[in-house]
């Protein structure tokens, strides 16, 4: 995070507030900001580093830690799950409840996910529902470019006996 612009925005405001008191208090303020450039650095620091304190006491399991990096502050997040999965809702499809949920995925993860889907003809979430089926042992997958279908997914494909 490039705090910058937000110690240059500090300066240049005590700089404006100090020409109401002419030239040689305009110049006083000027090598004062210069002088506590140092400390509202610290202040900042101090700031974000509470902040991602009170983060990490409501996530209630990772950790969000404030570290620099130069002279920046980068936010560091450990202790997270990589996916996580929310529920949102759930409604009624055929004989089966279709439960809506929020996949979190690393992005590198997420994109493969999108290429392998499209490669099939398929949208990324008929895919995911696929794969957890195959996982969880469960029945043979739908969609289109599931086995036995085209892209089009209006022809069955294959041999018969």
């Known amino acids: 995070m490039d705090i910058k ?4 925005a500090l300066r240049q405001d005590l700089i404006n507030a ?6 040689a208090t305009r110049a006083a303020a000027e090598r004062l900001t210069m002088a506590l450039e140092p400390a509202v650095r610290l202040a900042l620091m101090e700031a974000l580093s509470q902040a991602a304190a009170d ?3 409501e996530l209630g399991g990772p950790v969000v830690d404030v570290r620099l990096a130069g002279r920046e502050p980068v936010f560091v997040v450990t202790g997270a799950a990589a996916p996580s999965v929310a529920v949102e809702a759930a409604e009624k499809e055929g004989d089966d ?3 809506r949920i929020t996949l979190r995925l690393p992005e ?3 994109v493969r996910a999108e290429e392998l889907a499209g490669q099939r003809g398929q949208s ?3 895919w995911l529902v696929n794969a957890a ?3 969880a042992g469960g029945s043979a997958p739908i969609g289109p470019g599931a086995p036995g279908r ?4 209006k022809r069955i494909q294959g041999w018969a006996r």
Not at 5 to 8: A, E, H
Not at 150 to 153: E, G, H, L, Q, W
Request: without cysteine; neutral net charge; aromatic residues 4%.
């Open 5 to 8: 612009p937000f110690v240059d």
């Open 18 to 23: 100090a020409e109401a008191g002419g030239e």
């Open 55 to 57: 983060i990490t006491a």
């Open 97 to 99: 409840a279709v439960t």
């Open 108 to 110: 590198t993860l997420k």
């Open 124 to 126: 990324l979430n008929t």
């Open 133 to 135: 089926r195959a996982a």
């Open 150 to 153: 085209n892209r089009s997914s």
